[in-house]
Structures are given as C-alpha cells and as structure tokens.
C-alpha cells in the first residue's frame, strides 16, 4: 500500500482536486455509516466517482461512522475534502436510497430538499452509482472484461483522495514482515458474519480450494501469510498443509469478526481493530499472489489495489460494487 502514503506532490495535487470540487455549483454530501470499514471505503470510492461524473462538489458526512476513534476521516488519512460532523440535515444511515427512508424522517428529507435544493444526500445516489448503468454510461470497457474502465476509474480515484496519516505509515513500517518472507501468497480467509450472520452474505469456502489456486500459480511458493478473523483457519492450514511456512498477525483468541461487537466497542478497541486492518492489507497488496473471496469488501478491495494482476478469487468474479 505504499501508494497511499503521502508525498509533497501527491499532497499538492490533493489540494489541487479539493479547490476544483469547490468550484462547482451542486454538492454531495456523502454519509459514513456503520457497515464494514472496508465496504464503507469500496462505496466511498464510488460515491467520489460519481460526484466527479456528475460534477459536483463532495463533502463527507462521518458524524456516526462507527469506525472513527477521535475525529473522524482524519484518525486514518489526509483530507480529500470538507469534513462534516455536525450535519444541519441528516437522515439515518441504515436508510441508503430514498425508498427505504421511514415515514419519521421523510419531513426532514423534503426539508432539506427546501433548504438546499442543489445539495444532495446519499440517498438521492445510492442506487444510482451502484448499477451498471452509471458504470456502462460513464467508463468505456477497453476488453471483454465489462468492468475494465471502472476498474482504472476507481484506482485513480484511491490514489488521489485516499492517503494514509503518518500514524498509520509509522505503525505499518515498525510491524510490517513484508521483506523479511518474500516471495510469498497472501490469503484472506472470512468466517464471522459474513458466512455465519443473520444475513449470510457469503459461503465458508474450503480452506483447500485456496491452496489450491497457489499451487496452480506458483508451485515454488514456500511462505504463506494468512489474514483471517478465526484462529482456527491458521490451526487448520499448519495441521493440514505442513509444506508451507505460516504468518500471521490473528490472534489465538480470535473466533470471527462480528460488526455489532465491532460497534459497541471504546474508541482505543475500534482503533486497535482498523489499524489491525491496515496492517493485513499492506501484507495482502504487497503479496506475490493473492487469493481471497470477492465476495468480501477486503478482497475486492486487495484485487483493486493490485488491479487484478495475480489476484485471485474462490467464490465470484470481481466487480466495484
């Protein structure tokens, strides 16, 4: 991720983005919720995208982000824009587009709309930005691959808004093993509630088809670094695939990631579990090969970052939504 860490060039022309946004007569305002961090940044890019395409100015809503642990936005990078914390208008997050918004809050909907009719909410672009339409209309497709444009479109727009603090950098450079294991495969296993929840977003995918796609890759790769939230996942890999050397940062108490506990946690947990994160991510992106699941936020973010070159994924195809 060292892409994202900041410079004296990339910080002008941050500054240089921010004040042509500025200029522009309708603004979003886009909410921070309390989905997964990584969803939230997936989408985020989105919502980037499409004020840019529809030109408009971009403001981000992090009054009720669940992830932030002081101020928001800025606990993990540098300004992109003007920061709100205090919203005048706001709707509840668990409402994405407008035809989910309850009876209560529709008055302080059409109140703004009153207000500021030039200023839209994420409920206005929920929808819209998340559906082939805006991606067929708006990023030409130079392959077979539908998804091509959107794909180059979405990683410029994380280099050129998403930056990381020093903090975080700093935190990356004193625990990072990159150097001292390469060449290596990164996997990122999900359990918790993605394949476990109320909701079961996605599948438990057998921890062999995963060493499998790596041995279909690359048959010399010796190292192997696991992300996962379930310790168990690391017990089963070192029980059953004893050629490889095994790395991980999980922690033995960890038994699967569940975001309402993730929620209700003090501001030095929320902390300790994002720059966790961070931390799997820089492993996954500066891996020689990756394998993960597209169906998770994290791996299609990963597959982004690396814009696809010896990615690989278990369970779907990649896609920006």
Not at 43 to 59: A, C, E, P, V
Not at 249 to 273: L, Q
Request: charged share 25%.
């Amino acid at each position: 991720m060292k892409e994202l860490f900041i410079d004296k060039k990339k910080k002008m022309n941050v500054q240089n983005i921010r004040e042509s946004r500025g200029k522009r007569k309708r603004t979003l305002i886009y909410s921070l919720t309390n989905r997964g961090f990584l969803s939230e940044l997936n989408n985020l890019l989105l919502g980037i995208l499409y004020s840019d395409q529809m030109r408009m100015d971009f403001k981000l809503n992090t009054s009720t982000w669940s992830s932030k642990f002081r101020s928001g936005w800025t606990d993990y990078f540098y300004p992109f824009c003007d920061e709100i914390t205090k919203p005048k208008f706001f709707i509840p997050h668990k409402y994405s587009n407008y035809s989910t918004i309850g009876n209560r809050d529709l008055p302080v909907y059409y109140l703004s709309k009153i207000v500021n009719p030039r200023r839209y909410l994420i409920q206005d672009v929920w929808q819209k930005m998340r559906n082939d339409d805006f991606v067929n209309t708006h990023f030409l497709c130079t392959s077979s691959d539908k998804y091509n444009g959107i794909l180059s479109a979405k990683r410029k727009t994380l280099y050129d808004n998403v930056i990381l603090k020093q903090n975080v950098v700093d935190y990356l450079k004193e625990n990072e093993i990159v150097n001292s294991i390469k060449p290596f495969a990164g996997i990122h296993i999900r359990r918790g509630d993605k394949v476990l929840g109320g909701t079961k977003e996605a599948n438990a995918i057998r921890i062999a088809e995963y060493i499998e796609l790596i041995e279909k890759n690359d048959r010399n790769i010796e190292n192997l670094f696991v992300a996962t939230d379930d310790y168990s996942c690391i017990e089963d890999i070192s029980n059953t695939f004893k050629q490889f050397n095994i790395f991980t940062f999980c922690e033995p108490n960890k038994k699967g990631y569940k975001n309402i506990t993730f929620i209700k946690s003090n501001s030095n947990e929320k902390k300790k579990e994002i720059f966790s994160l961070f931390l799997d991510l820089y492993h996954l992106c500066e891996s020689d090969i990756f394998v993960g699941t597209y169906s998770s936020n994290i791996g299609r973010f990963v597959a982004l970052y690396r814009n696809l070159k010896q990615s690989f994924s278990v369970d779907r195809n990649w896609n920006p939504f």
